[in-house]
């Protein structure tokens, strides 16, 4: 088994996110006494930042609570795919689901703005959206429905493109490649703009979707390409850093409710602080990943993303998406990633 090599957790840390976790999902542990028995699924590899946060957070929140709630983390799509958990979270069925913001744009359509094609050039301009305005105007459009976001937003990090096939070192190389994509319509957009051939495909199918070349590459963050060792299929790695996307830890409503206001209290303000805990484990990963995965094979080509960007606004990308999510939210995106056009 390939092992997985984290910067700023320690390796114990990540061998018992990586072992503990699933064996706690899969096989349960002694019945519990807890006054309440929630579930907490994610998408994500056991050794991602997300789970030894999102554990981190868990354990807090019981001792905090003296034992009343006992939440149980169910990493790596163990209870579903990434669609499938969304509905569970809305029915109850999951109490809490990491979700990143490119699916839960299918059920609160705003939330896919974070998404906007090279809106973003850096994390400070992340972080002024994401903890500022544009932030708050999407908790308040997600909690009009049946779950509500517990926190601040969690980092996924810049998406990035990779092969098996052709290099892509520029929008030209774009055209007419089959990438998988999230089944996000925003992500699909951006790439049919640039002439791609983007193919929506669940993140629990993608490691087999490129490995049998369903499909020739895939976008996505450094941490998620080492964790899942997607490297293994793909030979380079172009940093285009199209969007940023990030991940909200939802709550069914109702669950939520049912906890007396001092364990709410407790819930929100442990999985902030893991949050926290969370965007600097990544910012260490996306510095020092290129290096690692580069010694396992993969090829990075640093690519101008200006020119990328320039290809987008030529098209009708950026008027289309505006006129979807409305003159409201994209005033709260342009805010703090500046003109979009």
């Not at 396992?296 to 080509?301: S, V």
Request: hydrophobic fraction near 40%.
């Amino acid at each position: 088994m390939t092992s997985r090599k984290q910067v700023g957790i320690s390796r114990r840390k990540l061998i018992v996110g990586a072992t503990a976790v699933p064996l706690c999902g899969i096989f349960g542990s002694r019945a519990s006494a807890a006054e309440f028995n929630y579930k907490l699924a994610t998408g994500q590899d056991p050794a991602h930042p997300v789970n030894v946060r999102a554990q981190d957070a868990i354990d807090r929140i019981r001792e905090a609570t003296s034992g009343r709630l006992e939440i149980k983390l169910f990493p790596a799509n163990q209870l579903g795919s990434d669609s499938d958990l969304l509905t569970q979270v809305r029915n109850g069925g999951v109490e809490f689901f990491n979700q990143s913001s490119s699916i839960l744009a299918n059920f609160v359509p705003v939330a896919g703005i974070v998404n906007t094609g090279f809106a973003f050039q850096d994390y400070d301009s992340v972080w002024k959206a994401m903890d500022g305005d544009l932030g708050t105007y999407i908790r308040a459009q997600v909690a009009k429905t049946p779950i509500v976001t517990v926190g601040k937003i969690w980092d996924n990090g810049f998406r990035h493109v990779t092969s098996s096939a052709r290099e892509i070192k520029t929008p030209d190389d774009l055209k007419g490649f089959k990438i998988r994509v999230p089944p996000a319509p925003i992500l699909t957009s951006v790439f049919k703009a640039l002439e791609a051939g983007p193919a929506p495909i669940n993140f629990n199918e993608l490691y087999s979707a490129l490995q049998t070349k369903v499909v020739d590459g895939q976008e996505n963050p450094l941490p998620i390409i080492a964790t899942t060792r997607l490297y293994e299929v793909q030979t380079s790695c172009s940093l285009t850093g199209h969007v940023w996307d990030g991940y909200w830890i939802l709550g069914n409503k109702r669950a939520l409710e049912r906890l007396p206001k001092d364990v709410q209290e407790i819930v929100a303000r442990e999985f902030d602080r893991s949050a926290a805990d969370q965007r600097a484990d990544i910012a260490k990963l996306s510095q020092s990943l290129r290096t690692d995965l580069s010694a396992k094979g993969l090829k990075f080509i640093d690519v101008d993303r200006a020119a990328f960007r320039g290809a987008l606004s030529k098209t009708s990308f950026y008027a289309d998406w505006k006129a979807k999510f409305g003159e409201e939210a994209w005033a709260q995106l342009e805010k703090a990633a500046g003109q979009l056009s």
